[in-house]
RNA sequence: CGGGGCGUAGCGCAGUUUGGCAGCGCACCAGCUUCGGGAGCUGGGGGUCGCCGGUUCGAAUCCGGCCGCCCCGACCA
């Protein structure tokens, strides 16, 4: 391709929306254009490489044996209300009434939609297993979209979705999506972890996310590095034995505290440790429940978690009007002690067997010291439900743990029978008895994968795309069009380059050296090859990565194998 | 949804405090010079100053309302 021809509209100035490496290179290299927050365009440079990610991850997908469909994105509610998740889901899924009133959504994911499709077209375990996947535009509602197409609205993902006649079964897809997925984020040049995740609205019990290392990424990654153990914050589990205290239960005292309120007032109000404060949380369950949730004061309640441990969906924090009806004291001054209403407590597992805790005494203005858990209130269930915090060790070898952060571009979920039983899609086994497909659902945000590329793969200069998703293969610069001898070698070897089927953006244009330096390396060409006056006039030329200093000067005949060489070696080194 | 900031040419910004010709740099067009790390000079084109309303002889500037965008948090397959 001739730059001349080409539409690569670079910037050089870094725009005053962008905060981070990846939305600022996108657009200062020509790739996308915001058509509105969390909506973009891709310019004909930032297609080809979401067009080279899709092909990798289309070839690994039909290697594992999915198959390829396309849903529609407009879907009608009755689906959603079938499953359950159009009261369910959220502001994030777009709504919107056709011109007969009725009532339709964009799909921000397509359970509901292959699920409808499957129950209708498979009624025999001998079709089983079946995985079948597409490449499309997904629409999410974000409360707030950032950082460019790391978190849009509008994005392209690509979607599987198995069905199994048994969970061994499931088990058998599901790896074979986990070493698929494995394939793509390697061959894509993405330096990742794999990692336990929580499964949020989509569901299910078991979830593993791809986690690309990032400073910039939106997630905390726990890992150990003796072990190998790694979790989404959301969902990472750590190290606890339980000790009991050597401290003698004293006997509990109420405090006048006027208007103290938080875990830091009480801490240096009644000089304690916030650890043996008892931070005590009224929630309301999916179910309509309250509990009373217990967790030392120097800990964070992971909700997911809390949810888990009680089995139940989700979990909403008490309206102020309900804690005050439970505790009979307002926010702040809550604890487990003489609560007006009894409901159910559960504190964490760091609790059990300590003594002598801090908490409110479900009176305003007033809180409780020493007061000990089994003596001066019952705890229902003692379980995990707080965050791994820095200082926490390993739950497998008792390491000390590691943080650090991540994006997430995959992640895969062992989702059973949940879609399958509330949408009544079924098949027959071996036996002639009707059973719900047992599922799998498997997502890659194909156009987050290039900014999470972008995110670890840039210097002060630029992009530097791993060679099997960059917009080009070969950047061919020729220094000055004015020079006879510079043009004619830079002209034969664009001839020589198109023949021999590398992919190779030719700047011909009449513009000064540094001018063209400047633009290759901001939009990232891993193999860049220059026609300069001084080295023509002997009939050499230079060849240089991108990622590196080093310049070979060649006579020009042997270029085209170098090239040839140089871009084996750049594609070798991404191999699965 | 809570907090903060911004909105003036395609991009980056000044001008708003104290009302009085709508500016600068980059980019774009033409010409000349230049030519290995974002060239110089000369000339030129491009604006509902986010929108609506108000105050005023006069509003980018003051007042009211609305909209959009960004950041932090909450939320989030």
């Given at each position: 391709m001739r730059l001349t021809r080409y539409h690569m509209p670079t910037l050089k100035e870094k725009p005053a929306e962008a905060e981070i490496p990846s939305h600022q290179y996108l657009l200062r290299a020509g790739m996308i254009r915001k058509l509105a927050s969390g909506i973009y365009s891709f310019l004909p440079l930032g297609w080809r490489v979401v067009k080279k990610i899709i092909n990798i991850v289309r070839e690994e997908m039909d290697r594992a044996g999915a198959l390829e469909v396309f849903l529609p994105i407009v879907q009608p509610a009755e689906l959603w209300q079938e499953s359950g998740r159009w009261n369910v889901f959220g502001k994030e899924l777009l709504r919107f009434k056709d011109r007969h009133q009725r009532d339709f959504c964009l799909g921000p994911t397509h359970e509901e939609v292959i699920v409808d499709l499957v129950r209708g077209e498979v009624r025999s375990y001998k079709q089983l297993p079946l995985n079948l996947y597409q490449i499309h535009t997904k629409f999410r509602d974000e409360a707030r979209p950032r950082f460019g197409i790391i978190r849009a609205r509008e994005f392209i993902m690509k979607d599987a979705y198995s069905f199994d006649k048994s969970w061994e079964d499931l088990e058998v897809s599901y790896q074979k999506m986990y070493e698929?997925?494995?394939?793509?984020f390697k061959r894509c040049g993405l330096d990742f972890v794999v990692?336990?995740?929580?499964?949020?609205?989509?569901?299910?019990?078991?979830?593993?996310?791809?986690?690309?290392?990032?400073d910039t990424g939106e997630d905390v990654i726990v890992f150990c590095e003796k072990c190998g153990y790694a979790a989404n914050r959301e969902r990472a589990s750590f190290a606890f034995e339980k000790s009991p205290s050597e401290e003698a239960p004293k006997t509990p005292e109420k405090v006048h505290t006027p208007n103290v309120r938080t875990i830091e007032e009480v801490s240096s109000f009644l000089g304690v440790e916030p650890s043996r404060l008892l931070k005590s949380l009224v929630y309301r369950t999916s179910a309509g429940e309250f509990v009373l949730f217990l967790v030392p004061g120097d800990r964070e309640l992971n909700e997911a978690k809390a949810a888990r441990a009680l089995g139940v969906e989700a979990l909403e924090m008490a309206l102020p009007h309900e804690v005050l009806e439970i505790a009979g004291a307002s926010v702040g001054f809550v604890g487990p002690c003489n609560l007006k209403k009894r409901v159910k407590i559960v504190a964490d597992?760091?609790?059990?067997?300590?003594?002598?805790?801090?908490?409110?005494?479900?009176?305003?203005?007033?809180?409780?010291?020493?007061?000990?858990?089994?003596?001066?209130?019952e705890v229902d269930l003692y379980a995990d439900v707080v965050f791994a915090e820095e200082g926490d060790r390993c739950p497998n070898c008792g390491e000390l743990l590691r943080f650090s952060r991540g994006i997430e571009v995959g992640h895969i979920f062992k989702l059973g029978t949940k879609y399958s039983s509330a949408m009544n899609a079924t098949f027959l086994n071996e036996d002639g008895k009707e059973k719900p497909f047992i599922m799998g659902c498997y997502g890659i945000g194909v156009t987050r994968i290039a900014a999470a590329v972008v995110e670890q793969k840039h210097d002060e200069n630029g992009i530097i795309w791993p060679i099997t998703i960059a917009p080009f293969e070969v950047s061919l610069v020729a220094t000055n069009m004015k020079n006879e001898t510079v043009r004619e070698i830079a002209e034969n070897l664009y001839e020589a380059f198109v023949e021999s089927g590398i992919e190779v953006l030719y700047d011909d244009r009449d513009e000064r050296a540094g001018f063209k330096f400047k633009d290759a390396d901001l939009v990232g060409i891993p193999i860049r090859v220059t026609v300069g006056e001084r080295s023509a006039k002997q009939n050499k030329v230079e060849v240089k990565l991108r990622r590196s200093q080093d310049v070979e000067v060649l006579p020009v005949e042997k270029v085209l194998d170098r090239v040839m060489e140089l871009r084996q070696m750049l594609y070798r080194e991404l191999e699965p």
């Open positions: 698929a997925y494995c394939r793509i990692v336990e995740a929580e499964t949020g609205a989509i569901g299910g019990d078991v979830s593993h996310e791809f986690m690309v290392w990032a597992r760091t609790v059990e067997g300590r003594v002598n805790f801090v908490s409110g005494a479900n009176e305003d203005d007033y809180h409780v010291v020493n007061i000990t858990p089994g003596r001066d209130f």
